[in-house]
């Protein structure tokens, strides 16, 4: 496995839809108290990314799978 830190500015949904071209996934953190942390902001996100995305909930430290939802546009 490679894995590489990434820096980039701009309007987020934008983005992350150019960095999406060069990665498989796209991991993205549910926390209100973020910019684009919200649900809505985050629904907007994952439409632009155009690529898969996994939303996290806030402060995870250990992965808890018993309930994993799956969608698709």
Known sequence: MRSAWQVAEGYLPYTLAH??????????????????????DL????????????????KVTQPRLGCIALAWN
């Open 43 to 58: 629904g907007t996100l994952v439409l632009h990314v155009d690529a898969p995305c996994i939303v996290v909930p806030p």
């Open 19 to 40: 960095i999406a071209n060069w990665n498989d996934l796209v991991v993205l953190q549910r926390d209100p108290a973020e910019p684009w942390g919200g649900p809505i």
